[in-house]
C-alpha cells in the first residue's frame, strides 16, 4: 500500500511537470490566438470584433506570467480549457468530452481484444512448439509489417468501395442523433468493424511473438518441470507456472500500449475519418487551434500517466518480487 | 540388502534426438532400487545420472526419448506397474504419489509468483481430490514442520527464503503424498557445505521414519560414501560398478570408481595418494569401441578397445594394486562390475 501511495505521488509530480510544459511552449512561440484568428479570417475582421476577441481569450489584461500560470492551473482543475479557434466558440473541453468516448471505446476495445487473442495463442504456440498455431506466425507478422495507414485504405477500397460491406468513414450513420438507442448502437457498431478489425489485424502479431517466446523460455525452467514431475493436470502448469511467469513482460507491454491508444488513434481516426480524438488533433494541427492541441496533449499525457501507473499496480499484483516486505 | 525391489530398470536406452543424428544418453541400463534403501548414483557430467532420473518418471525433456526397456514399479501391496506403458491420465497419477523428485537447482525448482503455501497444496488438490482446503493448510504445515521452517513461511513467496530453506521446501513437497521412492538429482550442489550436511541428515532421519526408498544423484562420491547403502557409478550412459557403499569404499573394482575415489581426499583415516582420472568424459556422439572407458584407463589391455564389457559379479582372482594383501574367492553376488579385468572368461586379468 506504502508503495502504491508512493508511485501515485510520483505521477502528480510527473502530471505537474507536464501541465507545466504544456503552458509554456505556446507562450514561447511566437504570435498570439487573436494573431491567427485575424490570419483565419483573412483580414475580414473589424476592430472592435478583434478587441472582443482579445477581451476573450483574455489577452486584454496585461497579467504577469506567473499569474496566467496560476489562473491556467485552476482553469484545468475546474475543467475549462479554453476556447476552439476551429469549432469557435465551442469550448476545448467539451470537444475532447464528445470525441474522447468514440476513441476510447474504438481503439480501447481493440487493444484489448488485440491483445487477449495474441496472448492466447502465444500461450498455446509456446506451450506445443510446432504446431499449426507456429503456422499462424508468418501470417500475423506479415500484416503487422504493412504500414498501419496502407492496411486501412485497401481494408476500406476493398470492402467500403468495391464490395461495399462496411462504410468507408464516419462513426455512425450521419442521419441518426446520437443517442442511447439501440439503431444509434447498432449503427456506431457497424462503422466500427473495419477499424476495429484493422487495428486487431495489425497489432496482434507482436502479442503472439512476445507470448510465445517468453513462453519457450519460461518452459524449460525448473519449476515448470516441477509441476510437471508433480502430476498436476497440464492446465495447471500451463498456466499457473508456464504462462503466470510467462505473461509478465507482456503485461507492462499492455499497459504501456494503453497509454498510446489515445496517442496512436491519429492515423486510424484519419483514414478512416472516425470522429475520435486523434481526428480532433489532426483538424487542430492542420487549422493551428492552439488551445484545441494543447487540450488534447494534456489528454494524451495524462492517458500515458494514469496506464503508467496501472501497469504499476498490475505488476505489484502479478509479480510478488516487486511487492516491498513491510 | 534382501528387502523386495521397488524399482526395477531393465536395460533402459534413451536417445537425444532421433535418427542418426540421436546422441545415446543411456545404453543399457539395468538397476534395482529396494525398499527402504538408499542408492547413490556417481559419474561425471554426461555419465547420464540425471537422464536415467527423468528417464524412469518420463519427464526427459525434448528431444529426449526413451527408445527401449522397461521400468517396473513395486508398489507396496504386490502389484507391479510397468511406468514406460503408463497413458499421459495414468502417469500424472502415478507421479509424486509414488515417486517424487527433489531437483538441481534450489534457486529455480519453486514457481516465484506462487506463494509456497499454494505450491505445497496444489500438489495434495491434484491427488487427493476429497481433501478439504483446510485439511490440505493443515498437511502443509505438517510438511514445513518436518523440515524445519516455521508455519508462518506459509504464506511467502520464494524469493523471500534463502537457497537452504527452499531445497527443505522442496523436500518438504516431495513428501507430502507419502511417496514411496524420492529421487534426489543433485539436491546439494547449490548450498554450502554446512547446508548440504543440515539438509541431507535431515533427509536420512525421515527416511528412517517414514521408510521411504531414495535414489541420490551427485558427482560428490564422498557423500554418497557417507550416506547412501548402495552405490551405482555410471560412465558414458553405462552402469559399470554397482556395490554396497562401504564395500565400493573400501575396494573398488572398475578402474573409474577407483579414480573417482581417488579424486577427492578423505577426511577420516589413512592418507590416501589423490590420483584423479586423466583425460575428458567420453563425447556421446562418438563413443570408444569397447570398454567406453578403456582410452582414459590405466590399466587397459588388449581386448577392452575390442569387447564391450557387461555388468556382472566380479571374478574371484583379483590382485588391487592399492591393497596387495587382499584376495579373494569365488563371486560376491552383492556387487558387479563391467570390466573385462573381472570377468570369468578367457580374458582375466592379465
Redesign the interface.
Known sequence: MKFVLQRLAFYLLTAWAAITINFLIPRLMPGDPVQSLINRFQGQLSSRAIDSLRTLFGLDEERSVWQQYLDYLGNIFTGDLGTSFTYFPTGVSEILAQSLPWTLALMGITTLLAFVLGTAIGIHAGWRRGSWLDGMLPLTTFFSSIPYFWLGLIAIAVLAVQWPVFPASGGFDNSLVPAFSVEFIGSALYHGILPAVTIIVSAVAGWILGMRNMMVTVS????V??????????R?VMY??AA??AI?PNISNFALSLGFIVGGTLLVEMVFSYPGIGYVLFQAVAANDYPLMQGVFLIITLAVLVANLLADVAYLL????TRR?A | MNEPPVLEVRDLHVDYGLGDEAVHALTGVDITLRRGEILGLAGESGSGKSTLAYGVTRLLPPPGVITGGEVRYHARDGSVTEILDLTDHELRTFRWQEISLVFQGAMNSLNPVLSIHSQLTDVLAAHRPGMSRAARTERAVELLKLVGIPADRLSGHPHQLSGGMRQRVMIAMALALDPEIVILDEPTTALDVVMQRQILTRLAELRERLGFSVVFITHDLSLLVEFSDRIAIMYGGRIVEQAPARDLYREAHHPYSHGLLHSFPALHGPRRELTGIPGSPPDLRAMPSGCAFHPRCPRAFEPCSRETPRLLPPSGADDRPQEPGRHRNGTDPSRSVACLLHTHHGFGAP
Open positions: 524449460s525452467e525448473d519449476y518441470l516441477v509441476g510437471q514431475a508433480k502430476g498436476l493436470s497440464e495447471r499457473a507456472y503466470r511467469n509478465l502479478l509479480d510478488p518480487r516486505e
